[in-house]
């Protein structure tokens, strides 16, 4: 009888667990290649799992909403549609030989387009350093401190701390209790006291809507980055009169060629990476007390679910990309996703993001830092204002196509002149738009 060990697999880099949202089949059923099995979700993405085999499912070895470490065995096929169904814990099953962990990994690689790689990623501390949600469970239990975990050596990719790690401190925590040294700004940070919860007295008519996952996730990271990045607004105002009779003049012929609408929104990514070429202290990250300037331009941009919720997928080296290419990626990662079917890779490595405020029609707004990042962008709506223009004959008053730009940055790495001269190149490249240029 020749059983099959279905593991969690890797969805991605940083991936490094999954819950299970719903299973689509159950002990007993016959499945063909390729079919669903379950859903799952990570905290960038949900994805379907398809089955590398066919055969009977004998054993589901974790109930809906289970976080499960990826290589988990999650069930167990038999491939010649025999076999007893039962139920098991996920103790009872012994870890998959490497050539089915390998099978899993490469069919869901082939099917959903994800990459693997060995970083890991999750929240952070006060500090800023960001810990994987498997770490921070195992902090949790064991009761370590935010301070004590930041004093933990990480062997993984960029210091990172692995599970490994953790385990093994623990293990001579119990021999000898450690001592956390720390700097007195870290010290500082360290007794913040978590934030109260608001007392809600409870009104006639009022309906209580439970959060779901994915704004839970937003919540917590939004909170996050209040609390690690010291947030500064500036503001300008750019004249896009050029910018917007450009895209007036060639969206039609556009649209029939590329099968794609053209937005306004190639144009603010082409700015926004010109400029982070020329102001890499903004296209940065901080460590700790160490700013990591980005060598790649990767920037994200929030796209608006049916669900009311965000997401935010990433535009990779777009210093690099045309126009065009721009566009088309844009047009991609925009409709992905709608409809839920971005990789993992789509939402991750960005270095700066763009929030569309105009896309509501309002006029700006104040952003929240995506965090690692130190910056991010709003763009307004584009409106018609009356303006004075300096002519050789005198000033004159004329109809011009307006938006306001406004950077939201980390005081802590971005001062005001950088902050500055940086939001103004953008306006300044969308001011000087070429109206005749081609695409």
């Known amino acids: 009888m020749a059983d099959f060990n279905l593991i969690m697999p890797k969805l991605g880099e940083s991936v490094q667990e999954a819950t299970i949202t719903k299973w689509l089949v159950k002990p007993g059923d016959m499945i063909q290649e390729d079919d669903s099995l379950l859903e799952i979700a990570t905290d960038k993405v949900d994805s379907e799992i398809p089955s590398p085999v066919a055969g009977k499912v004998l054993k589901v070895l974790f109930p809906e909403n289970a976080l499960v470490p990826v290589g988990e065995v999650i069930a167990v096929i038999n491939t010649e549609g025999t076999g007893t169904v039962e139920e098991t814990s996920a103790a009872a099953v012994t870890k998959p030989e490497a050539s089915q962990a390998e099978k899993v990994t490469d069919h869901v690689e082939k099917e959903t387009g994800a990459a693997v790689a060995?970083?890991?990623?999750?929240?952070?501390?006060?500090?800023?350093?960001?810990?994987?949600?498997?770490v921070r469970s195992i902090a949790k239990k064991e009761n370590i401190s935010e301070a004590e975990l930041d004093s933990i050596p990480g062997k993984g990719t960029d210091g990172r701390v692995r599970k490994t790690d953790v385990l093994q401190y623990l293990e001579k925590r119990t021999k000898q209790p450690a001592t956390v040294k720390q700097e007195p700004l870290k010290q500082e940070q360290a007794k913040r006291p978590e934030p109260s919860r608001v007392n809600i007295t409870m009104q006639p008519g009022d309906e209580i809507v439970e959060m779901d996952r994915m704004r839970k996730l937003i919540a917590d990271h939004m909170v996050m980055s209040k609390h690690t990045s010291p947030h500064v607004t500036n503001f300008v105002e750019a004249d896009v009169t050029n910018l917007v009779l450009w895209r007036e003049k060639i969206k039609d012929d556009f649209l029939k060629r590329e099968k794609i609408k053209l937005t306004f929104m190639p144009a603010f990514v082409e700015a926004t990476a010109k400029a982070l070429k020329e102001f890499p202290g903004v296209n940065a990250s901080v460590d700790g007390d160490r700013i990591i300037l980005r060598k790649n331009v990767n920037i994200g941009f929030a796209v608006a679910l049916k669900s009311g919720n965000l997401i935010v997928p990433v535009v990779r080296n777009a210093d690099q990309k045309s126009m065009l290419g721009l566009a088309v990626e844009l047009n991609r990662l925009a409709e992905a996703s709608r409809n839920n079917n971005l990789s993992p890779d789509d939402v991750q490595g960005g270095t700066f993001t763009i929030s569309n405020f105009g896309t509501f029609r309002n006029i700006t707004g104040t952003p929240i830092i995506n965090q690692p990042?130190?910056?991010?962008?709003?763009?307004g709506n584009i409106e018609k204002k009356p303006a004075v223009l300096e002519t050789p004959t005198g000033d004159v008053i004329a109809i011009r196509h307006k938006m306001?730009?406004?950077?939201?940055?980390?005081?802590?790495?971005?001062?005001?002149?950088?902050?500055?001269?940086?939001?103004?190149?953008?306006?300044?490249?969308?001011?000087?738009?070429?109206?005749?240029?081609t695409i």
């Not at 952070?124 to 498997?134: A, H, K, M, N, V």
């Not at 306006?427 to 000087?432: H, I, K, N, T, V």
Request: aromatic share 8%; net charge negative.
């Open 373 to 379: 990042q130190v910056a991010i962008l709003a763009t």
């Open 404 to 437: 306001i730009l406004s950077l939201s940055y980390d005081h802590r790495v971005v001062d005001g002149a950088l902050g500055g001269m940086f939001l103004r190149r953008i306006a300044d490249l969308l001011e000087e738009y070429e109206i005749n240029r």
């Open 118 to 134: 060995e970083v890991e990623t999750g929240k952070g501390t006060s500090s800023g350093r960001f810990y994987s949600p498997l």
